[in-house]
């Protein structure tokens, strides 16, 4: 039997079950023994003094790279799930793009074991949607179900072939899993590195149009349209693909979506000098399409936020605009940046931005988690919402360092971590 966890003193906010005031938690056995005003602690138990703190369903991250195999040098799985965990995040799930890609049975194997020997974050694979990603032959999705897969997607790039993501989307719903998919119209996108516009007009750079992502978006709706399948359109960037995604939702189709901290805030001004740190796919865009998504985000057109955690070593940044990688280290700035872009403004509630980070992920894909309800894994995070920090990138506990806002002040801090009611990462107040 695991040892019993008593959390006292603290601000309970559990979207799922409505709540937003003083509560108590008993953990037993992994999971929520009891929640309530008042709870006396157990013989035995462990005590967490909460007081001052909010404490929530730990953060479930749809969309993370965590490199391994072939990428060991950026991150590793067992960096990355503790990355997950310093970011409040308790369940990641991680893409297959790695090298070679998570295809066969084997490698989904090799990601779930990886991850439940880190100790940190719970780390869910993700399947290759293709055999090699390369867009040609479907995998043996059963297989790969079996194994351990959460979902599919050809992430790092998109699913262009259309009969074959009409296939993908039918052949899923045997298995009642998702195809996460990277909406990307790659002729229309060829050659791009960032936001078409007049910054990479000034820049000298090929600009990506934002009808490279709503077309693909549009194409996969209508898919889903006709298959009933579940399409999960992952890192939601531009204003076209929000009313590509706001007439699914009003004929009720089975779209879901996600949209990253960075995009919510962040525009393609901070590419200006020929910053690779700001060099991401879909790209950072304008200031128009900001306040898109993050509106979409507000009503519901988008579901949830999710990272793309993209880790890449230094000397990858440091090439040639053109020649850089894409990708923005984003798990441990992920709830700051939200707060800074969503809560501070009044956009949304600290209620309102845990459900994104946690509720809603685990609803639209099925999960147990992102709950404190009783009997729910004991998945939670403690929170310092209204502590201010810098970020540091040397700091990150991930292995990469890659990120446009080093040096920024934002708020919301993340004290502590527990994965099936043990403590997986813990932080005092000022650190």
Avoid at 155 to 167: C, H, I, T, W
Avoid at 192 to 206: D, F, S, Y
Avoid at 318 to 346: C, H, Q, W
Wanted: charged share 20%.
């Amino acid at each position: 039997m695991s040892e019993r966890v008593w959390i006292h003193g603290g601000r309970v906010v559990d979207p799922s079950q409505g709540l937003d005031g003083p509560a108590d938690l008993i953990i037993e056995d992994g999971r929520i023994a009891d929640i309530g005003g008042g709870l006396e602690a157990p013989a035995d138990a462990v005590s967490i003094d909460a007081s001052g703190l909010v404490v929530a369903p730990g953060f479930i991250d749809l969309h993370v790279h965590f490199r391994e195999p072939g990428g060991e040098h950026k991150e590793t799985i067992a960096s990355g799930a503790h990355a997950a965990v310093a970011g409040g995040f308790t369940t990641v799930w991680a893409m297959p793009n790695t090298d070679p890609p998570i295809d066969d049975p084997a490698a989904v194997g090799f990601v779930k074991a990886a991850g439940e020997a880190a100790g940190g974050a719970r780390v869910m694979p993700i399947g290759a949607a293709t055999i090699g990603q390369k867009g040609e032959q479907m995998t043996e999705i059963g297989e790969l179900v079996a194994a351990g897969a959460v979902a599919v997607s050809d992430d790092g790039g998109p699913v262009a072939n259309s009969g074959l993501m009409r296939r993908l989307l039918e052949y899923t719903q045997s298995f009642g899993i998702a195809v996460l998919q990277h909406s990307e119209d790659i002729q229309l996108a060829l050659g791009a590195v960032m936001n078409e516009g007049p910054v990479a007009t000034a820049l000298g750079l090929r600009g990506m149009p934002n009808c490279a992502e709503a077309v693909m978006v549009a194409r996969d709706a209508m898919l889903s349209e006709l298959t009933g399948g579940h399409l999960h359109v992952c890192h939601v960037s531009a204003r076209q693909s929000v009313e590509q995604l706001r007439l699914a939702r009003d004929k009720g189709l089975r779209v879901t979506s996600e949209v990253t901290p960075h995009h919510l805030i962040l525009t393609d001004e901070l590419v200006r000098g020929y910053n690779t740190e700001a060099k991401v796919n879909p790209p950072l865009r304008t200031a128009a399409d900001v306040e898109a998504v993050r509106q979409a985000l507000v009503d519901g057109v988008i579901d949830v936020i999710a990272t793309d955690h993209a880790p890449h070593h230094y000397e990858e940044k440091e090439r040639e605009f053109d020649d850089a990688p894409f990708g923005i280290n984003g798990l441990e700035t992920a709830f700051g940046l939200s707060m800074k872009a969503l809560v501070e403004p009044g956009h949304l509630t600290l209620s309102d931005l845990i459900d994104r980070m946690s509720c809603r992920p685990a609803r639209i894909m099925g999960l147990a988690s992102g709950s404190l309800r009783r009997e729910a894994p004991a998945d939670i995070v403690l929170l310092a919402p209204d502590e201010s920090w810098t970020v540091e990138p040397t700091q990150f506990v991930s292995k990469s360092r890659n990120t446009p806002i080093a040096g920024w002040n934002l708020p919301g801090r993340i004290r502590r971590t527990l994965v099936a009611g043990a403590t997986r990462f813990e932080r005092e107040a000022g650190e």
